[in-house]
């Protein structure tokens, strides 16, 4: 009997200990708050998960990003596709695959290996921008002063294109 009760508390405690480990893991991909930052020597090895009134992502995501605020400033790298709604988006970083932003306010200065798609009131993309695939943006006013590697598809009220859209 008392084998038989030390096996089951073993089996138990193991069962505890795996589930504190999840549990740990699973925090730490998901932040929220008022303020969220993913500082710069930080690594997150899964997809992750940020909300809050600010969010500064300066890390490094080996997974896919969803993130979402007030004000958005992402200058790390996403090794995986970023997902980003906010009032004011702000893409600096190296993003592996596609960008998919929704914003009242977005600036994309960054890196983005496969398609970029931005909405939003004011879309602007700045000339040390790299797109790797196609831009698909619904804005207001659309600003694209880097060049765009696939094609292109635009609507806006107004619209100024100042560099070269290889594709269609």
Not at 30 to 38: D, H, K, S, Y
Not at 43 to 52: L, S, V
Not at 71 to 79: E, K, M, R
Not at 121 to 129: K, L
């Amino acid at each position: 009997m008392k084998k038989l009760f030390a096996t089951v508390l073993f089996i138990f405690s193991i069962f505890l200990l795996i589930g504190y480990t999840q549990t740990t893991q699973a925090q730490q991909n998901i932040q929220q708050g008022e303020v969220v930052t993913l500082p710069k020597e930080t690594t997150i090895n899964q997809d992750y998960f940020a909300w809050g009134e600010s969010v500064h992502i300066s890390g490094t995501v080996n997974g896919d990003a969803y993130v979402a605020g007030g004000d958005v400033i992402i200058d790390g790298t996403i090794n995986g596709e970023l997902l980003v709604a906010g009032g004011s988006v702000n893409i600096k970083g190296d993003v592996l695959q596609d960008v998919r932003v929704l914003a009242g306010q977005v600036i994309f200065s960054g890196k983005s290996g496969g398609n970029l798609t931005a909405g939003g009131g004011s879309v602007e993309i700045i000339d040390n921008a790299q797109i790797g695939g196609s831009l698909v943006s619904p804005a207001g006013n659309l600003t694209i002063f880097a060049p765009i590697s696939k094609g292109a598809t635009l609507a806006a009220g107004d619209i100024l294109i100042g560099n070269e859209i290889k594709g269609d």
